[in-house]
């Protein structure tokens, strides 16, 4: 039960962190939107971001967190604060070390990479050379935010979660800041975007360093690379960064395909895939690093019950977010683009286009949610083979399945791809999990699934009604669009919390009697 408490505990509090960035976020691409459109400038620094983004998730988020969270979790808990602070530093100075290599790596190796991911950007003249240049000026990123990863999963393990998570609304504040004040002094305009990119990842490593010395954690360069943790690290990393490599090469080879596509396209899936990824960040990636930690410590102690326990309770809720989710964006796909996006360079046709590939992305939504939770089951329990092997599998799916419908739906055949084959990766890394385990107690979660479906339903056809009738093809008319919009989010909303309470939902009632325990006491608390 405390561990449940405490998973919901972190998951909450990220959660609300990560949309506050994400709103910011969603203000960014507005303006991003405005002021490039989905055109050259728009296409290139898209294409130029998704090295550094990868290498961000390659070295930081995915294989160093998965490595580096459970072997600090045991030497915290085990070994006592003072040797979890000696790790801590001998890791962050081996990173410092070899994200200095890469970030030089990159900024040597930028042209011949740029043509590797960008191809088909060559036909156009000056588009490959503008990538380039964009990305080089974003190449430092990945040092700052590598560093962050690592100085997140320390505070993450102390049961601090906040800052961390609200990190990235300094870089979209960054990017909105350099786009709107910087365009004009360039004769490229979109460079003011690069150069936001590199002052919020600085920001968002330096905003850490009160938080982390709050805690007692000094940096002090350590070259004793030998220490057993940190030899446990690197080698739980290393099949770690295959996997995450895997993932990432599946997003730049969607990337490479749609750079022979119509000029736009690549702009069109980054403005789909962002929106995607507004409820996957706000509760997926979150409730997938609250779990982690929680998982670890269970592994550490033998508690496979409880183990498998956290596990269920994760699954159910990611369905009760991510089926309503799903239908959500692709209900609201046109009326979120026409109302947030459509002015200045954005036509109503790049609102469709993109609408399209949200709509191609969003049943993923569940299963990409299943397999964020199901990866840390693996990393917890010191595994990271298993999901590197999948992602291969994975990656050689979309791919097959990209080059056949890219032939006949273009840039939302792409995405569809991409979904099709995150339902694969979910149900074989699923598959592979009950074979390491035993039987993983998913009638629990099937049972859980069925009555969310009901409510997620009725919402959907509440939604339908309310904006089938609204005008988004016409440009403006911002507040009726928001009233209808707020309508359907907020009553569709409304509709599916009330069908789970009568559903018997046990998370949805377990949440409502929270609430009711907090209203009551804030009650008693005026009186007295």
């Known amino acids: 039960m405390r561990e449940k408490t405490e998973i919901a505990r972190a998951t909450g509090i990220m959660g609300i962190a990560t949309a506050l960035s994400r709103v910011f976020g969603l203000v960014r691409d507005v303006v991003v939107a405005r002021l490039f459109g989905a055109g050259f400038g728009a296409d290139a620094f898209f294409m130029a971001f998704t090295i550094p983004n990868l290498l961000r998730r390659f ?70 050379e503008l990538t380039n240049f964009l990305n080089r000026l974003m190449f430092p990123y990945i040092f700052f935010v590598s560093l962050l990863a690592l100085i997140t999963g320390v505070l993450n393990v102390l049961g601090h979660y906040f800052w961390p998570a609200v990190s990235p609304v300094l870089l979209n504040l960054a990017m909105i800041a350099s786009a709107v004040l910087l365009a004009g002094s360039f004769d490229a305009p979109v460079t003011a975007l690069a150069i936001g990119v590199l002052v919020g990842g600085f920001l968002q490593l330096v905003i850490q360093f009160p938080v982390a010395r709050r805690y007692g954690l000094r940096f002090r360069p350590d070259f004793h690379f030998r220490h057993p943790a940190v030899r446990r690290v690197v080698r739980l990393m290393l ?209 859980s699934m069925l009555r969310i479906v ?21 440009p403006g008319s911002f507040w009726p669009k928001l009233l209808r919009l707020g309508t359907a989010v907020i009553g569709g909303s409304g509709i599916f919390y009330a069908v789970c309470l009568f559903m018997r939902v046990p998370e949805v009632s377990q949440l409502a009697g929270f609430i009711r325990r907090k209203t009551r006491w804030k009650r008693e608390v005026r009186k007295g």
């Open 59 to 128: 070295f930081a988020e995915g294989s160093l967190t998965a490595a580096f969270v459970p072997t600090f979790s045991r030497v915290h808990h085990e070994q006592g604060a003072d040797e979890g602070r000696r790790v801590a530093n001998i890791c962050l100075t081996l990173l410092l070390l070899v994200m200095t290599g890469v970030t030089l790596c990159g900024l040597l190796a930028s042209p011949w990479i740029v043509r590797l991911i960008g191809y088909g950007f060559s036909e156009i003249p000056g588009k490959l």
């Open 239 to 447: 099949p770690g960064l295959a996997g995450v490599a895997i993932y990432q090469i599946n997003i730049v080879v969607t990337r490479l395909l749609a750079s022979f596509l119509a000029e736009g396209s690549v702009s069109y899936l980054y403005f789909g895939q962002r929106l995607f990824e507004f409820p996957q960040g706000i509760f997926v990636v979150s409730l997938a690093q609250a779990v982690l930690p929680a998982m670890s410590r269970q592994v550490a102690i033998g508690d496979q019950s409880g183990f498998k326990e956290s596990l269920r309770y994760a699954l159910v809720l990611i369905c009760l977010v991510t089926l309503p989710a799903a239908a959500g964006l692709v209900l609201c796909s046109v009326p979120v683009y026409s109302l947030f996006f459509m002015r200045g360079a954005f036509s109503y046709n790049d609102v469709l286009q993109s609408a399209l590939v949200l709509a191609a992305y969003a049943p993923g939504l569940l299963f990409a949610g299943v397999s964020r939770v199901v990866v840390p089951s693996f990393y917890a329990m010191h595994d990271t083979r298993t999901p590197v092997w999948v992602s291969f599998y994975t990656l050689l799916v979309n791919a097959a399945l990209g080059l056949l419908l890219m032939r006949f739906y273009q840039h939302v055949g792409l995405a569809l791809a991409l979904t099709l084959s995150s339902v694969f990766n979910c149900f074989v890394l699923l598959f592979l999990l009950r074979r390491k385990l035993g039987p993983l107690g998913l009638k629990h979660v099937l049972r």
């Open 454 to 474: 009901p409510g997620t339903l009725l919402m959907a056809v509440f939604a339908y009604a309310v904006l089938y009738n609204g005008q988004w093809q016409v």
